[in-house]
């Protein structure tokens, strides 16, 4: 029962250039890159602790809630594996993958 009595929870961290997050009340306000900033609303036994402007934590009681906003907030922008760019979560190993463009050296 070690979900239920302290909660299940995942950091996630912002990587690039000008990718911030904000947090209003318990929703997140991402900046990533469009023209327009994207409002992400949580369900409402999930708590969203705003950490840095880089790092956020979400914390809830149900394992199966944590990834279905893991997963959505996933779905907001694509993650670059080529510029290691995007939402991910911390502590997790990133894989680059090689550029095809050769090299003019």
């Known amino acids: ?3 239920f009595y302290k909660g299940y929870f995942h950091y996630l961290q912002l990587k690039g250039m000008g990718f911030k997050f904000m947090l209003a009340k318990n929703n997140v306000i991402l900046k990533i890159g469009y023209n327009h ?3 992400f609303l949580p369900g409402l036994d999930v708590l969203v602790t ?4 880089f790092l956020l934590k979400i914390n809830t009681r ?5 990834k279905q906003n893991v997963n959505s907030l996933f ?3 694509k993650r670059n594996s080529y510029k290691k760019k995007g939402i ?3 502590g997790s190993i990133v894989t680059l993958k090689l550029s095809s463009k050769k090299t003019k050296f």
């Open 37 to 39: 900033r994207v409002l």
């Open 1 to 3: 029962m070690f979900g």
């Open 75 to 77: 779905k907001v922008k």
């Open 88 to 90: 991910f979560i911390k």
């Open 62 to 66: 149900s394992l199966n809630k944590l």
């Open 50 to 53: 705003f950490v840095s402007k």
